[in-house]
């Protein structure tokens, strides 16, 4: 085929779809201009970590002597895109349509500075879970691999990072941030549920951590716990309604467990086998174990 | 040890290794002039994602003020780099291996232009795909968000893009184009599948759907089902036959969930709970689970 | 906010953060200059591949008409990069903290060397891993089809990889490497494991293979299987202690499926059903289901 | 020198010059968040250059089917950019600094518009210039050797692109230009010169071409002529004040001639020799030469 | 201006230039699909450098312990695209134009091949070049510096890299090649010009060697020197006429001489004031200075 | 030619070379492992333009609210990459031969640390140069448009740099420094010449200032203007020999004109004019002109 005769095709094409674009349906409501940038998140949510584990996710372009320096710069980093990002998404989301753009990047400047006060509490927290991995694995040979080759430990410090901004009310950019440490570790916790401290995941793929879920302290669970609801075909007339379990502290949840319902309670120091069914509460210091046939 | 020892030594180790290619073995039959490139698959999956949901996946190197010729020059680039890709595939794989570099340019040239002519089919699907997958989730807040964040529709909307390369019986590329968005959401959908409209996978995970399976319309996955082969041990002889199972009209399979099997078929509007593990045929509207013990 | 506000609220922030690195906590014992680089042992890892399979990962940078040359020009960036990051590990861990810089770099390099020189046994046992993923699965329609597109292979080839840098002792990196295969297929096998010839994994999403596994030839496990412990609350003092099962030779694992436990033993040519939990010895040629209520 | 003792050196040099740039001295009156960026300017540059010749300088991004649809994403590209730097340079500049930020972006746009609109005309008079090289110069093989090699050919055309923006009263950013095009040939003319049609520079390293000189039609130079102000100890009072020579229709310059003054004309058809030094007018069809002792 | 009314005037302006484009005109005369790339020769260039003086110019992509298999690569890699940069410019020239696609790319291996094998011939003469600069400059510090830091030796290695192609009959590449050396040191020598052993150029900036000059052995040229034709009105009539001088052995040139015309023969041991202009031939050993007045 | 063909002759090519690389000429006395990098020292030299203007030349990886921090992180960077190339350097150079890595390790910070501290001294020149740029040429609009866009400032700045560090005894890199400043700008000033405040080159394309030259203060010299030595066939025998002419306060010197020699001395005041050639001292106050003819 000549190059003619493909650039006529192509042009076809183009015009098939572009008419296409403009049908009335779900999948055609684009806003070109509005729309936040989900590579660009990704790249703060990187630098987020350095901030919290300084020197172990690595800065490509920097030397650093002097770790002050670096962080004030890396910060000022993260602050720009973060205002962007946010002002974005707030002109975008339904729930703030009527701001101008300069009440979104006043805004969205207020809840980035807000976010960034929250780290030393969330670092505070991410102590208590790398301690929780460390006193719970015996593979584990020190923090430093843990917080170098653990799933578990990535998608916990992105969820409370990402959950910190959805406590203040920021749309989208939470949950992007949540499914990109999903993509990285097959575990899908979504920023809206509640975690104790000292919360350990071992191995984690396939783990699923409902909207409204909440775990207390020292609950500990394995790869493909589903901590989720009963049914959904409900549909959006759940929304805010809880769906999700409760559990509570020093429960330990084996791998392919499934714990469902928004009334579901696991009651503390309960062990849960590894792949039962839960649709019910269980009182504290049950053991729950299919048997093997 | 010193540069010149290292050398001698990294030397004698090429050596080995070449004498090792040599073998007669499968991992040795390699053709370096004509294998596909994988890289560059995944990069015309990331184009044809964007030219699927305009807006949604940024390009980075123009700014949007005119659709029409930012889509239309995004085009050329897929149908250049497909042309590529699908000429090497063709004179690589076995059954068009008859076929000479210019047969095959050619032969390239018509499945790629066919294939994107039927893009506007895959969005109309698509379309749907949204609409189950708002109204299945309350915890959506938008379409965009879908867009933006939900590993389900990603491995879907990949997935039935490499099934059209499937139908039009291109080699591998929509394996590697599927089995890329199995790294990114952990949903493993051959592109041989079957799937109708209306199609929800909730979080994901683990989810592996088979080349023969057929579902129908308005079918809800969770997260860890298997829609797989009740036993593949008979290896290539299997090759062509039918080993995985039917899903009917507005079934919902819960997590973990394992349907096996090429006479299996889950009968319309049933509710299959999470963990069973169905090897036969169910009736229409049965509700399946396992009882805590 | 005008530019000052901002810069003074940053300031604040970082002293902050500052003030919180300078805590006495886990979390906080960096050492920055001497912390291996994650990033360059995921590239190291990305050319192992390349040299394990020639023309398969392509070397974008040159063309390739000579094999020999090139794999040398890699095998010594190879070479270059290990002996930097081994050097950088044993500078790090606790084992080898003794050394001076030179020692360490004296030692990576006979290490990094010593693992070069096993990669024709890794080829030799890969080359039975692909006959067994072509021989297992009808779906497979070439060998360069599975080395471009399933995920089991590649997740055997760096674990294999992987394995043989812990046997020679280096620390931290070969769990990296591991991670890095997780990541990427969600199959997570650590690289302490014991695996024998003619391994298969089939879709592999949420497979997860302990430290102290030990699996026999021809062994074939599908997506969600964990071999795995008992219970890890006794955490670090069973460090060293055997916490994983054995999986003798012609085993068959089905989906889902949790093995668990040191003491337990799958016995020769045994099928073991999708969503079973054992957890304890079952004899050979045993067939273990749950039956589907 | 230990890593903490360069720190401190380092923070100590670093509070020094931060002193320094406090001072109120010409070098110090930096304007962070204004200045327009040195480097957009030239990549604008480098697209102006692919707008004006088609093909000849590659888009290493896309390929080209379609020219149409690829220049005008080009072109939205050259607006975007060029709006957002003439915003900066018009908020930045004496001239326009009572403007508001929006009062700047709609004013950048009307010019970037306007100069884009002049775009056919500029190509009208290269089309000269390219003629008059290849009539003129004996080693030129084809048009096409003189766009891909003559460095001559490169600065008129940059020099008639900044041109336009000098006429539009844009500051700085012509002066941007014409320094690259310097950078690159070695061939300095100030965008505010006048020159006529068929302007033919051989070789041309070395050659200067003042703000206010005048050039008439089919002119001829080459390396190393100065076509310059007599003096210039008058400093900023002269600005404004014609200052370089006039240089009349069908005048050839040999190389290293001077040509000074604002009242020297060189009369039409008039050849100047090599290394002559000219500071009066002279008349029309003059033959101007040094003899050699 | 709204985003729509600037989509709508950058889409007048491209049809606008689309039209100007069609005209049938010099500048015009694209043809998109067979033009050589000019980032590409300059970048085999910079590899023919790296070729030429092994570890001076470093290639930042692999670290070198074995200079031989580093030299393979990097042959095979300059092999690759400078025959494909032939073949394009075969294709392309007119002295080839009846040749098909294949008959090019044979001839384009030949000759790429053939200039290859000449590299050691072009060594032998730059290691007299060096040995020349060395001699010849009080401030040279050793051979080294030369290399590194020396416009008139770079200008001379790749002025006698591209005449070797101009001498095998390649169009347009050699001078792409010599302009690229011109734009990097202001020295612009002709890749027909001829030029013997022991040649130093000093400081080099508005040096002009024109294509049919003729330069004896151990001559010594300084900045601003013109070697150069004494009129080209004549135009392309001249084409292949002797234009420019020659010069004889152990001549040295000052700096901004002009030395002038195709029967100009400056002879063997003269020594040619700076700032003079020469269009007769001078006896040998000639001293030939200006007054100062 | 097929592929295999092209390989054997690439390989002879390759082992004639690498046969050619073993003579022992000036050109094959590579030392790969202890070479400076070019590029490295180049991008020093571009960072150390953005600490001695800060803001003009943008850092496009960090944006800036801090100029605190990121100078401070900037100055850590070229600490970091100076020391490597000035240690590098110094075990190169025979001068330094004899001390071992580690000698030179401490004495490279110490070069490089005594160097930074200089610039304050260096940034209080470049002030008087940039006020002497403004006074002298009635073209520039403003401090900021010299910044941006006069090659003279970026020569004399990159000069004034390297000049601090060949009085620190640095060897080679200076060099590298001044010659970039060459290829950018046409303007050669050997860093070992002396210059005076209020130092002003207009245009300056072909400017040469020699090793050994003294000029004093508020000099302004014209494009071409060369200041030589007279005769340097002396060679090596003249290193360290004062062979550049001395310029006193107050001079002028146009465009072309030639002052050669180490005994010439221009007297303050004095203007030399264009295309002049001096090889004696002139007494202060003096104006030479040539007639024209």
């Known amino acids: 085929m000549d190059g003619k005769k493909i650039e006529q095709e192509i042009l076809e094409i183009t015009e098939e779809l572009i008419k296409d674009y403009k049908s009335d349906r779900a999948i055609d409501k684009m806003d070109t201009f509005h729309q936040p940038n989900k590579d660009s998140i990704i790249d703060i949510t990187k630098k987020l970590l350095r901030i919290v584990y300084p020197g172990y996710y690595r800065d490509h372009v920097y030397k650093v002597y002097n770790v002050e320096t670096n962080l004030n710069t890396l910060m000022e980093d993260v602050v720009y895109n973060l205002n962007k990002q946010i002002a974005l998404i707030l002109c975008y989301s339904a729930d703030y349509c009527g701001c101008c753009d300069d009440e979104c990047a006043t805004k969205a400047e207020e809840l980035s500075l807000a976010f960034l006060k929250r780290i030393p509490k969330v670092r505070a927290l991410l102590d208590t879970d790398l301690q929780a991995a460390y006193d719970g694995d015996p593979a584990a040979t020190s923090i430093d691999e843990i917080i170098f080759a653990y799933p578990g430990i990535l998608a916990i410090t992105i969820y409370r990072l990402a959950h910190e901004l959805y406590d203040l009310g920021v749309p989208i950019i939470p949950r992007i941030m949540t499914e990109h440490a999903h993509s990285l570790t097959g575990i899908d916790i979504h920023p809206g549920a509640t975690i104790g401290e000292y919360f350990f995941i071992d ?77 019910e509460s269980v009182p504290p210091e049950s053991r729950i174990y299919y048997d093997v046939k």
Chains 1, 2, 3, 4, 5, 6 share one sequence.
């Not at 075909?233 to 084996?254: A, F, K, S």
């Not at 469902?260 to 309670?265: I, R």
């Open 203 to 279: 191995h984690g793929t396939g783990i699923v951590v409902g909207e409204t879920t909440v775990i207390g302290k020292n609950v500990k669970i394995y790869q493909g716990v589903t901590l989720g609801a009963l049914s959904t075909r409900g549909g959006q007339n759940l929304r805010g309604v809880r769906r999700h379990p409760t559990i509570e502290d020093n429960v330990t949840i084996y791998s392919n467990a499934s714990v469902l319902g928004g009334d579901t309670v696991i009651g503390h120091d309960s062990i849960i086998g590894g792949s039962t069914f839960i649709t």
